[in-house]
């Protein structure tokens, strides 16, 4: 089923479809047992990583037959008025503006991120994306600290540098208004006229 506004559900990949699968069997053999979310997604990347392609065939089966449900939907879905493909448009940035700090959390992905794509190869970006999260939350106090200090020092920098980009963007030299353009094109125009005149006097 789509959602509220009539849009499609995303369409799944191999890897979620295992996943999903995988806890619901998991679920009928241990109904009483609570799951640790961090751990079982790190057994399931684990699992898949060792699995052969004729294993894998059927989440790749079921994953193509919802690729082709979302195509078929999406094809016929319309955005609600207002909205143009369900995008808003972005405001352009300068080029010379500071690069954002990043937060803790971001420093921790650029580092795991590579191990996380590793054991989930087939993988969309949202699935790895939800693993980052799980493992972020999984972490100790220890390493968190590690990323946090990261994040503080990336802080000061882009501080330091917005301060100094304000600052020499309104030391620039404001832009001649519109008005004052148009009063010195009717003087020129002016000048011009009064050659004219010169010139017809010389005629005489």
């Known amino acids: 089923m789509g959602k509220r506004d009539g849009k499609p559900r995303g369409r799944m990949s191999a890897y979620a479809y295992f996943v999903q699968i995988h806890r619901e069997e998991h679920k009928k053999k241990h109904p009483n047992e609570n ?8 057994n399931c990347a684990e699992r898949w990583k060792t699995m052969s392609d004729k294993e894998k065939q059927r989440f790749h089966q079921l994953a193509e037959k919802d690729k082709k449900r979302y195509d078929a939907e999406m094809a016929n879905y319309k955005p609600p008025k207002g909205e143009k493909g369900g995008r808003k448009r972005k405001r352009a940035k300068d080029p010379n503006a500071p ?12 580092d795991e991120r590579p191990r996380v794509k590793a054991g989930m190869q087939d993988a969309s970006i949202g ?3 939800k693993e980052l999260g799980r493992r972020w939350n999984a972490v100790s106090a220890g390493v968190k600290s590690k990323y946090e200090a990261l994040a503080a020092k990336d802080k000061a920098r882009y501080d330091k540098e ?7 963007k309104g ?5 001649a208004s519109p008005q004052k353009g148009r009063k010195a094109a009717a003087d020129s125009d002016d ?5 004219d005149d010169d010139d017809d006097d010389d005629d005489d």
């Open 162 to 168: 917005i301060n100094a980009y304000k600052s020499k």
């Open 127 to 129: 699935d790895v994306a």
């Open 35 to 42: 799951v640790v979310f961090a751990e079982f997604s790190k």
């Open 99 to 110: 690069k954002r700090a990043l937060s803790a959390f971001f420093w921790f992905c650029n």
């Open 191 to 195: 000048d011009d006229d009064d050659d």
């Open 171 to 175: 030391k620039a030299a404001p832009k």
